[in-house]
């Protein structure tokens, strides 16, 4: 259970380090600014698209991919610092071709796409010439249990026919956005983990229509979005299907480690620029006299927030380790637990950040509002914290159920 | 200290729940609906206008001025119940022409205003024919101590002359916001509270330019907004000011009690509508094939949110009733408490509504997230938490500083 | 719902004030060493004995029996702000004759018990000759759901045989202790709340066994105690059971009402003498130079506990109210809710306090530890705090099942 | 910073493992009694007695002692999961030579003494055969600031005369402790940090006077016990003063590192006791029908309790870490976030374990009370939280004071 940078990871590091001192920090409030200009909402952002060709040349491009010659060859372990750094500046993902649900959905082709769709969508999305998009959560039951999706896909010949209504399909905001994958039910009287499946929907199929975007805290996230989407009759060729049907369920728990890995990763990045935030606020501000940085309820929240931050990063490495040596299957235990503390602890520093800045905090001059989002978000996507602690809390129950009785947690 | 209700105040309560149920609740998704369609952000929206005549005929109108001809003449603690039905549906205030800050600016005209600048003001503010802004925040200074204020009015002949900058001024979005309330320095050598004053500001006054409209929490408010505005040499009738120089920190105490109690009493609730949408989800939905209402973590929130906003609209309605007994000067200690009590309470179960609704709660629908952004913002509004703490900390410290020793706290 | 107090508990509570202030305060000191220092712990503290004389002259003797000639005459609402004063002091309670068990189980008498049964122990009870003891818990079934409870009450022709093992017999240590209220089984084939039975049981009746007494938190709580106590055949004549077999439960709700309120009153007082003690240390110690007072953290921690307290008197004064006006039954929501928050309240203030006084928080020269005792022990009398708020956040929820829909919680 | 076990620490692991499951738990309840029992409250309790040779012949004896000879010759990231295991069961550390504050004087005696005092102190404890005490707090000042610390060491010809008032020095309240090491005061007038140094002055030396032991929560955890020491007058050797006059802060500081790291390392191994007892209790336990480990509050607790132990367990091996690499100065921003991190999340997590047990968990059959008081204590032992928590808020706005500004916190 080492930690350490590897020497190719401490190199990754100190390029992307210095990739966000020069073009990602001094950017950010032009990002903002572009952004909120634009009045076709969905369209890219300018300084994102112009950032990405020095991204490339610079070696920081599909850093995330594991057990693969198309990205950077890291395990998840190496990965996180990268991971975490990018979090800082949620935009910035995109710049190295490192965001979600892109990454997820690359990952997912690269392991269960036919060389023909590998060619297709693989190669564009890694070249980050399309965008693509994920379409499991459904508004009419509670997604977190898969079991629930309505989705029906029916083999009609040669053929798949979907139909279904899905949202929060974050991505099909953006024009360039190409493919879905989505996920359905084949068979509804399959035994429970078999009835779901994936199947690949590129955009332009008739019968596939986004009926609206999302707004999140009253913010539409654009170019990238969050979409409702009805799927009538929409009709694709029986070879769209991923590994074969039934083997949706299965898909998805590969899929879900991983991507849970990453946002964890980057909401430590958040939380630690929304701590700088609150550290340079302090010391800056002087309501009654004195700097805010002398105040005792701040430097207490400030250290309190460095613990928090500091617990949840090792227990972040730690399931990259697990997932690493153990596989994701037997390391969803810690994948739970850091599925739960990361955003949580998020939440807390930002909030904390926000009310360092008064008023500033909640409107977007200092961004704080949005990553509150962002954190707060997390604590539902992918299943909501109740459902991981609910698993996580049975599994440790589990350990004193057996005939020969466990002894109490032991050191790693 | 009787917190039942009056004849009178239960005969007004019984009117305003029936309002709500035929017109405001009915109405609210269609309020939504309108708000987010109008492209020209700044337009009144219609369901708003259509109820107003309706709600005055009800006499449901102008029923938070006490001691007033002009209101309906009820105390604090006679309002404080109807303020609480308003709450529920934030939009709702201004159907019965008690949205803040009109309600605070109708106050302060009504209590320091020349009976000429009544007419021009009070009159149509009365009438709900204009709106109003209230402009003390400043962007450059922790504006939560009024004497870090910076904005200048400097007395040229018959005139004033007002340079500075503010923000925060909510209601300047609206098209018929005619009259600003601003408060500034006229002598900033003068004894410490004795700096401020403030002074009537046409809003068409040569010099007065609204630099932008603030988002918080991604939502923009329309049509009311929160507006940065940049004054420039702004000349007003020396008339204008309130009450005379160096009055302005008086004028303001007086203003802010009512101020936050009004907040809190609608904060409650808010908190009641979001407990009541976390119960009723919870009955519908259905993961892992129970509802969420049978699910011990859910019971135990709801039991939780019903003791926190009990608990908190005892403890407003004890304020107002110290208010109405004691003057808003003495009641400033019970007036802290609730600013730190209600927003606190009113976040915590709105979160926990949020969660209880999944990815449908941080989106518009159920405007869970909406009310999120009103109650986070409320702890920064009027003062962040931080300071209201530290003035009554500081007021329960010097009970035991006086020579003759104080007993431990009694029983009201 | 007036919380004033009236003219007569004005006057009791200035002469209960007068009677603290120049015999429990300065001599809280005393009783604890003298309590320290018997050797024989299960003896009357010489102080409380010295003090009962006093207090029943100054007509201060029996307050809390509320529709009764034999106490003070006072509604719950009466008695609330006497019985917070009473728990600033624990042991002071037992002075004015208020003190639990003793108060339960006399107002179980006057309520239930025959003329005959009054005269033998009601009446040395209210003359304070006697002392009694309640057995209800059992070690082993979780006796907040009193179905589980298994001693069993046997008919043997004109006598009861009872057999069982119950502990937190509290009072039982005390050697003036000389009657119990043993609540048993009659019939456990019977309708699930009428298996239960109260009967009299005289301590020196054959068959009764003290194992032994618990430590609380390592405090034995003499001379009072809690008992472990075995009845083993125990005979008594039939006329002791108290209103008829099958009763019990019913008792146990009509006695548990008024219980609870008073613990939760004495929690309240008990945590504003931490507060003022947290003040009083704070202004005196000087760590790195200046007093704890000026410190940020401490002040927060001060005005929060003011909030605190106040609010849970404030809701604590509403059960009263609603248990005088629609009775203990339907007030059993209200009571559930102060039974959860007041201890929890009084966890957090006592917490705090002792954080301010360092290493002296724990040990005993302040009495911090033993009053957080006390405190954190009420979470779990009674029923644990999760029993009460899952039958709360029930009958939350149910408001939202009937056909007819409710609206959201309404203002009191 | 590889976390995991080597070769030596796994065997180590396997037998410590072996020994607890062997000798330590079956016993832990004897333990229990026998301490109980003792009317002589001062002598060694006869298991941990008979233990002790079993331990030493086991080769589990001494293992804390970092670079030296005399012990397992192991770094703090190795002692950790060791410290960890015994701290499972409080008294186990005595029974392998472990124990506070013992370890703390031996690693001084080896650090600090001359090879005359190492003959005549550190062997004996090294063999168990004598124990010791530290006096270092004041009753009368807040000494979490040393410099506060007023027991003066005044040098008189070839000796040292010793005035002073110390409590909370645990471990004199032993028969067999023999040595005190005492902080006092050489010169006050020197500067802040060298004003201190440290003595040895042997328990039997005239002027020492034991006045009172002290209770903490209750408890007097005998034969150990926390002494207040009256110092008057009391003569030594000048040669019995450690490394010299004004070096005791200089001395604390090497100290007070491995000794709170092993308090921390304890309090996770008491914590996952505490959650081992819950998951056993909530099974076995059925109040209203079903086991407690089928309610979503406890399930979702005990969750909770897994995330907050583990993420605490990587943060302490990353201090171990930081101290055996950049040395225990350099790590002081670790040390710290520990102190403060594992205490609370000790408390946390027993006081949930407490509420599953109901009234056997305020009381001392599953010692859950006395763990609680354990883990309280170390919320103030060396040092409260706050003192910890201001400096590290302190040192992380540090970072964004220099000219050079900072990058926000960085992977590890």
């Not at 950010?28 to 490339?56: F, N």
């Not at 998840?76 to 910035?92: K, T, V």
């Not at 949840?312 to 299957?329: E, P, Q, S």
Request: hydrophobic share 40%; charged share 25%; proline share 6%.
């Amino acid at each position: 259970m080492d930690f350490s940078h590897s020497p190719k990871v401490a190199a990754l590091r100190e390029r992307l380090l210095a990739f966000v001192d020069e073009h990602i920090a001094p950017n950010d409030h032009l990002h903002h600014e572009q952004q909120a200009a634009m009045t076709d909402r969905w369209q890219p952002v300018p300084i994102t698209e112009a950032l990405k060709p020095k991204a490339r040349e610079a070696g920081l491009w599909n850093l995330f991919l594991p057990e693969s010659g198309h990205g950077a060859g890291l395990t998840n372990l190496e990965y996180a610092p990268l991971a975490e750094i990018m979090g800082r500046y949620p935009w910035s993902s995109e710049v190295f071709n490192c965001s979600a649900p892109d990454t997820g959905n690359m990952e997912t082709l690269e392991r269960y796409a036919t060389e023909e769709h590998k060619e297709r969508w693989l190669k564009p999305l890694l070249a980050g010439e399309i965008r693509s998009c994920f379409a499991m959560t459904e508004p009419d039951v509670a997604s977190s249990d898969a079991t629930n999706i309505q989705t029906r896909i029916v083999r009609d010949g040669d053929h798949y026919v979907i139909n279904g209504r899905k949202w929060w399909s974050s991505g099909a905001g953006d024009p360039r956005c190409a493919i879905f994958i989505v996920m359905g039910k084949t068979d509804p009287e399959a035994e429970k983990h078999k009835q779901q499946s994936m199947i690949l929907v590129p955009r332009d199929t008739p019968g596939v229509t986004i009926k609206r975007m999302l707004p999140v805290f009253g913010f539409d996230d654009a170019p990238h979005g969050h979409a409702e989407i009805l799927f009538e009759n929409v009709r694709v060729p029986a070879g769209n299907i991923l590994l074969g049907e039934g083997r949706g369920f299965e898909i998805a728990q590969g899929r879900l480690g991983p991507g849970r890995i990453h946002h964890c990763m980057r909401a430590i990045g958040l939380a630690e620029r929304a701590l700088e935030m609150m550290c340079r606020r302090s010391l800056e501000r002087r309501p009654f006299g004195k700097p805010l940085a002398d105040q005792g309820v701040i430097i207490d929240r400030i250290a309190q927030s460095r613990i928090l931050i500091d617990q949840c990063r090792l227990l972040t490495l730690h399931a990259a380790w697990r997932m690493d040596t153990v596989g994701n299957k037997v390391a969803r235990t810690e994948i739970a637990e850091i599925k739960v503390a990361a955003p949580d602890m998020a939440c807390q520093v930002i909030d904390w950040a926000i009310q360092a800045h008064g008023a500033a905090g909640v409107t977007e001059d200092f961004g704080l509002a949005y990553m509150y989002k962002i954190a707060r978000t997390l604590r539902i996507v992918d299943g909501p914290d109740e459902v991981h602690k609910f698993q996580l809390g049975r599994m440790e129950l589990n350990k004193y159920r057996a005939p020969r009785n466990a002894r109490p947690g032991e050191s790693v």
